[in-house]
Nanobody, 127 residues
């Protein structure tokens, strides 16, 4: 069992930056690939970024590539999402997820592959 708690959301002006954190409980954090998803009002939850168990492989949605950076610190059981050059269309509730995978280099983009989710943190970008 893994419990995930997101933090770092808030209100920011367009062009600004935020850093989201997702803290995981338990001593098995390093065995999970991690990801960030977001859900805007009235829309489905969508993939944002993913990182492998070791942190050596990352993947991004095209809409955030070059602006967002996912990273993890396995010693602190935490995954981060650095968001720069924020746009109004980035406004959403952001969720982190943990996916059980076999290999160290695997990243997971598919929502249904995730085993655990946090409660989400709101990010609002104003113009």
């Amino acid at each position: 069992q893994v419990q995930l708690v997101e933090s770092g959301g808030g209100l920011v002006q367009a062009g600004g930056s935020l850093r989201l954190s997702c803290a995981a409980s338990g001593r098995t954090f390093s065995t999970y690939a991690m990801g960030w998803f977001r859900q805007a009002t009235g829309k489905e939850r969508e993939f944002v970024a993913a990182i492998s168990k070791s942190g050596g492989t990352t993947d991004y949605a095209n809409s955030v590539k070059g602006r967002f950076t996912i990273s993890r610190d396995n010693a602190k059981n935490t995954v981060y999402l650095q968001m720069n050059s924020l746009k109004r269309e980035d406004t959403a509730v952001y969720y982190c997820g943990a996916a059980s995978v076999l290999f160290n280099s695997v990243v997971v983009r598919t929502l249904s592959r995730y085993d655990y989710w946090g409660q989400g943190t709101q990010v609002t970008v104003s113009s």
